[in-house]
């Protein structure tokens, strides 16, 4: 462990041993190495793109907030990311701007799962706007998300989101500032917070992005609109 709390054959090995070879990799300019070859970790969190230390959680006293809420969304659309998950992200910013991620919703789902997934997420929240990328919309759920919202009588606001070419990462500095900045928190305790952690951590290097995907657009649904 990063700690040293934890370690794997201590007659062999001994908190020294792995100091020395962090030290080593660092003086050689890679880290990255020591987290990949002795923690089983693809990042060193010291250069990580997001940091433990910046996620901070929401408290007692944030829960008496009064919120205004936005949703967005990541979908798995084509054939190529059938192993891939669909993912909606909520968060709320209060009076002084702080945003509280408070919920995200991750599966995998067919058009009709997302559409009753959209509208019922803006039943509970009735956020002010819902963001999800452009063609994600209009490929795998348009037509089928106007019948429905007619159906159930239920007008979520929806911004399509253009990525304009960039490339994941420069997608997410818009909310990796907002981080680093300690304006974001997260409600810590739910379950579905760990996974999310652990991929934020990670990135990129993570087998799954599609929560940072989401989060990313929280952040440029949010400089929009905020």
Same mark, same amino acid.
């Given at each position: 462990?990063?700690?040293?709390?934890?370690?794997?054959?201590?007659?062999?090995?001994?908190?020294?041993?792995?100091?020395?070879?962090?030290?080593?990799? $660092?003086?050689?300019? #890679?880290?990255?190495?020591?987290?990949?070859?002795?923690?089983?970790?693809?990042?060193?969190?010291? +250069?990580?793109?997001?940091? @433990?230390?910046?996620?901070?959680?929401?408290?007692?006293?944030?829960?008496?907030? &009064?919120?205004?809420?936005?949703?967005?969304? =990541?979908?798995? %659309?084509?054939? /190529?990311?059938?192993?891939?998950?669909?993912?909606?992200?909520? $968060?709320?910013?209060?009076?002084?701007? %702080?945003?509280?991620?408070?919920? #995200?919703?991750?599966?995998?789902?067919?058009? /009709?799962?997302?559409?009753?997934? %959209?509208?019922?997420?803006?039943?509970?929240?009735? !956020?002010?706007?819902?963001?999800?990328?452009?063609?994600?919309?209009?490929? $795998? %759920?348009? !037509?089928?998300?106007?019948?429905?919202?007619?159906?159930?009588?239920?007008? !979520?606001?929806?911004?399509?989101?253009?990525?304009?070419? /960039? =490339?994941?990462?420069?997608?997410? @500095?818009?909310?990796?500032?907002?981080?680093?900045?300690?304006? +974001? &928190?997260?409600?810590?305790?739910?379950?579905?917070?760990?996974?999310?952690?652990?991929?934020?951590?990670?990135?990129?290097?993570?087998?799954?992005? =599609?929560?940072?995907? $989401?989060?990313?657009?929280?952040?440029?649904?949010?400089?929009?609109?905020?």
């Amino acid at each position: 462990t990063p700690d040293f709390s934890l370690i794997l054959w201590k007659e062999r090995f001994n908190k020294e041993f792995f100091l020395e070879r962090k030290e080593e990799f $660092a003086r050689q300019g #890679i880290p990255d190495v020591y987290s990949q070859e002795y923690l089983n970790v693809p990042l060193d969190e010291s +250069v990580a793109f997001f940091k @433990r230390n910046d996620l901070l959680e929401i408290k007692e006293d944030d829960r008496k907030k &009064k919120l205004t809420y936005y949703i967005t969304g =990541d979908l798995a %659309i084509s054939e /190529k990311e059938t192993a891939d998950y669909s993912v909606f992200m909520v $968060a709320g910013v209060d009076e002084n701007r %702080i945003v509280h991620v408070v919920n #995200i919703v991750r599966g995998r789902m067919d058009g /009709k799962e997302i559409v009753d997934t %959209i509208l019922s997420m803006h039943r509970v929240y009735q !956020p002010l706007a819902i963001g999800i990328e452009e063609m994600q919309v209009s490929k $795998a %759920i348009g !037509p089928f998300l106007r019948e429905e919202m007619m159906a159930q009588n239920t007008f !979520p606001m929806l911004i399509p989101m253009k990525h304009m070419g /960039k =490339d994941k990462q420069s997608r997410a @500095r818009s909310i990796q500032a907002r981080v680093r900045a300690k304006t +974001v &928190k997260f409600a810590k305790g739910e379950d579905w917070y760990p996974d999310f952690e652990d991929e934020l951590l990670k990135f990129p290097r993570a087998k799954h992005d =599609d929560q940072v995907d $989401a989060f990313a657009y929280l952040g440029l649904l949010l400089n929009s609109l905020v």
